[in-house]
């Protein structure tokens, strides 16, 4: 069982290190307030940006925020913005809208490769003050082997100038990805130009593996939680949350952060966290092809359920969407928790007058 990074290899498997079996219990903090890091949807309407659904929604976001005194910063155009749609002017446009209506909020910008360069991006989104940037995995990194692809990353962070985070993805939300090994991720985490690292998975507990060995190495590295399906985890273990699942339970997290802390501890938290989580269990359900990639649609038939958009379409040049009947799928998956929201009091969370 590995314990010294010294030991790690490139294709060393996470189950040979001591990270791998590291308990939940062991790493609980009830004092650290974890940060939300909101990925942004951007809804549409005959087949355009939806600029006002768009600003309501972050509205929304910012008023549970305020309400519980909590963290938050928004990420936008990550995968729940529709990136991988996304041509140069929009990828701008949305940034400047955001900070043309709300210019004090913390921004993440999703990055990827666009003909082979992660640099349009970049430039755009360096472009803005108070700003960090998510590297997100692409095909092309994807392919090469862990060496080479390490080799890559370091020169695409030779073209960043402001906070970094490294994304990693599993195959549930796109086939050819592949999640960071432990020799991959100490590599990055060491980089003096990455904050932190965003972890997306639904079947394998790899939040768990990176917060284990970054706690034990005292790694200058936060591991920021993409797991829909484990909002709880990362609540309990006072790290970040980067997440889609942001948008549809917003006030319903908030809420989770507030009551799991020490000084506000309310046990019917752990009820609040089954609601929550039974919610993003519908929205970010898999489909016959075990892809997750379709709750973006469910998130913008949530919201509009809530009555914060004005149409649950997706980009017109997205291919995931979900089957008809989502809007009453989504109804059912609210009910719990709204009555749990009713009974603790939790604002900003009611459907729209029909």
Same mark, same amino acid.
């Given at each position: 069982?590995?314990?010294?990074?010294?030991?790690?290899?490139?294709?060393?498997?996470?189950?040979?290190?001591?990270?791998?079996?590291?308990?939940?219990?062991?790493?609980?903090?009830?004092?650290?307030?974890?940060?939300?890091?909101?990925?942004?949807?951007?809804?549409?309407?005959?087949?355009?940006?939806?600029?006002?659904?768009?600003?309501?929604?972050?509205?929304?976001?910012?008023?549970?925020?305020?309400?519980?005194?909590?963290?938050?910063?928004?990420?936008?155009?990550?995968?729940?913005?529709?990136?991988?749609?996304?041509?140069?002017?929009?990828?701008?446009?949305?940034?400047?809208?955001?900070?043309?209506?709300?210019?004090?909020?913390?921004?993440?910008?999703?990055?990827?490769?666009?003909?082979?360069?992660?640099?349009?991006?970049?430039?755009?989104?360096?472009?803005?003050?108070?700003?960090?940037?998510?590297?997100?995995?692409?095909?092309?990194?994807?392919?090469?082997?862990?060496?080479?692809?390490?080799?890559?990353?370091?020169? #695409?962070?030779?073209?960043?100038?402001?906070?970094?985070?490294?994304?990693?993805?599993?195959?549930?939300?796109?086939?050819?990805?592949?999640?960071?090994?432990?020799?991959?991720?100490?590599?990055?985490?060491?980089?003096?130009?990455?904050?932190?690292?965003?972890?997306?998975?639904?079947?394998?507990?790899?939040?768990?593996?990176?917060?284990?060995?970054?706690?034990?190495?005292?790694?200058?590295?936060?591991?920021?939680?993409?797991?829909?399906?484990?909002?709880?985890?990362? #609540?309990?273990?006072?790290?970040?949350?980067?997440?889609?699942?942001?948008?549809?339970?917003?006030?319903? #997290?908030?809420?989770?952060?507030?009551?799991?802390?020490?000084?506000?501890?309310?046990?019917?938290?752990?009820?609040?966290?089954?609601?929550?989580?039974?919610?993003?269990?519908?929205?970010?359900?898999?489909?016959?092809?075990?892809?997750?990639?379709?709750?973006?649609?469910?998130?913008?038939?949530?919201?509009?359920?809530?009555?914060? #958009?004005?149409?649950?379409?997706?980009?017109?040049?997205?291919?995931?969407?979900?089957?008809?009947?989502?809007?009453?799928?989504?109804?059912?998956?609210?009910?719990?928790?709204?009555?749990?929201?009713?009974?603790?009091?939790?604002?900003?969370?009611?459907?729209?007058?029909?």
């Amino acid at each position: 069982m590995i314990t010294d990074p010294a030991d790690l290899k490139p294709d060393t498997p996470w189950r040979d290190t001591i990270w791998a079996h590291t308990p939940e219990s062991t790493l609980t903090d009830h004092t650290t307030e974890s940060r939300l890091c909101v990925a942004n949807l951007l809804p549409f309407a005959n087949s355009q940006p939806d600029w006002t659904g768009f600003e309501n929604s972050i509205r929304w976001m910012l008023d549970s925020a305020n309400h519980y005194h909590t963290d938050i910063a928004f990420v936008l155009n990550a995968d729940t913005g529709y990136i991988f749609n996304l041509d140069p002017p929009l990828y701008r446009e949305v940034i400047t809208r955001f900070r043309e209506n709300f210019p004090e909020p913390r921004i993440i910008c999703g990055t990827t490769a666009v003909d082979d360069s992660y640099l349009p991006h970049l430039e755009i989104a360096q472009s803005f003050d108070n700003v960090e940037v998510m590297l997100m995995t692409s095909q092309q990194l994807e392919a090469l082997s862990p060496e080479a692809r390490r080799d890559a990353y370091f020169e #695409i962070l030779e073209h960043v100038t402001v906070p970094a985070i490294v994304h990693a993805l599993e195959p549930a939300f796109v086939p050819w990805a592949t999640p960071f090994g432990p020799w991959f991720l100490h590599e990055l985490a060491n980089h003096p130009k990455v904050t932190g690292g965003k972890i997306s998975t639904l079947d394998e507990p790899h939040f768990l593996y990176w917060a284990a060995m970054c706690r034990d190495l005292n790694l200058p590295f936060a591991p920021h939680c993409g797991d829909d399906y484990g909002i709880a985890t990362a #609540i309990k273990l006072g790290l970040p949350l980067l997440i889609g699942a942001g948008v549809s339970a917003c006030p319903l #997290i908030c809420a989770a952060k507030n009551l799991w802390l020490e000084k506000n501890f309310d046990p019917r938290v752990y009820k609040l966290f089954e609601a929550l989580q039974s919610l993003e269990d519908a929205v970010f359900r898999l489909d016959e092809n075990n892809s997750a990639t379709a709750y973006k649609h469910s998130t913008a038939v949530c919201l509009k359920l809530l009555g914060l #958009i004005e149409s649950d379409e997706v980009h017109p040049d997205c291919a995931d969407r979900r089957p008809a009947g989502e809007e009453a799928r989504m109804r059912e998956a609210l009910a719990r928790p709204l009555r749990l929201a009713e009974r603790l009091d939790i604002p900003h969370f009611k459907l729209a007058p029909q």
